[in-house]
């Protein structure tokens, strides 16, 4: 994650009995230090002044929480309250298409263009979606980027001119460890959601695979995603509010999920679960 400074010694022994064991309630000093403040830093004298006691009994076997005391109180406050984001919307998150090979799926509006002009059949392959950095607060942003959508069982020969297209990256495909061991042919995609990819055509929220702030929007127009994007088959407008909300990001999303990419968040991980908070 972050890089972290331990500063430990060892208890003053307490008459015949030796050392004993902190009380739960016994503070450690702890100092988050933003890095623009690391130039130059007085770094004592920096904890100083802004470090904080959290209790020893935060010290266990699970993940830690150094947040400041009443910080701390208030994440405890919305986990005796939370609902689970699956029960709450009836969905767990799927994750977008990973096709293997982007520079065969993933196309632009010329090269889309020129596929439908020569085969206006093939158009019904041939998809709008979305990557992760389109996906905004409440809102996506789509940059007329397209996917040739072809899962495992396609009659690619229906749509000659994205086989045709195909064929000047098969030397690509045909590298992919997959389909060396014949799990699917050379011309298809490698992950293409094969219980769930219809959702995608459906209304849903979507969620921003690696983000610093709360990046979840609503989808009303059955936009595809490629794999840097999770999405809930929901419509559910509160729940989109409290995913999108300043606490229970702090709460839930960015305590929950491992660090990538500088100061951004990834949620791409399965521990990661966020959940909107119950209302009250």
Not at 171 to 194: C, D, I, N, T
Not at 233 to 246: C, E, R
């Amino acid at each position: 994650m972050f890089p972290c400074i331990v500063s430990v010694r060892k208890p003053e022994s307490e008459g015949a009995e030796g050392t004993q064991k902190p009380e739960a309630s016994a503070p450690v000093q702890v100092c988050p230090v933003p890095r623009e403040h690391l130039e130059n830093i007085n770094l004592p004298q920096y904890v100083g002044q802004e470090g904080y006691g959290v209790p020893w009994l935060r010290f266990t076997s699970d993940a830690w929480n150094l947040e400041p005391p009443e910080v701390g109180d208030l994440f405890e406050k919305i986990k005796d309250i939370d609902a689970n984001l699956k029960d709450f919307t009836g969905s767990k998150p799927f994750r977008g298409i990973l096709t293997g090979y982007n520079k065969a799926f993933l196309i632009d509006d010329e090269i889309k263009n020129r596929l439908i002009a020569s085969d206006s059949k093939c158009s019904e392959i041939i998809k709008p979606y979305l990557r992760g950095k389109d996906v905004a607060r409440w809102h996506s942003d789509w940059n007329n980027l397209w996917m040739i959508f072809v899962p495992w069982d396609c009659p690619i020969n229906q749509y000659p001119s994205v086989l045709h297209w195909l064929e000047t990256h098969r030397e690509g495909l045909e590298k992919r460890p997959e389909v060396r061991q014949g799990r699917f042919p050379w011309y298809a995609m490698s992950r293409y959601g094969s219980d769930y990819w219809h959702l995608l055509e459906q209304p849903k929220l979507l969620i921003q695979g690696i983000a610093f702030h709360p990046r979840f929007s609503l989808d009303e127009a059955g936009m595809f995603t490629n794999n840097s994007v999770f999405f809930l088959p929901s419509t559910d407008k509160w729940a989109l509010a409290a995913l999108n909300s300043p606490v229970k990001w702090m709460s839930r999303i960015k305590r929950s999920c491992r660090g990538m990419l500088k100061s951004h968040l990834s949620r791409l991980s399965q521990r990661c679960r966020p959940r909107p908070c119950a209302w009250h």
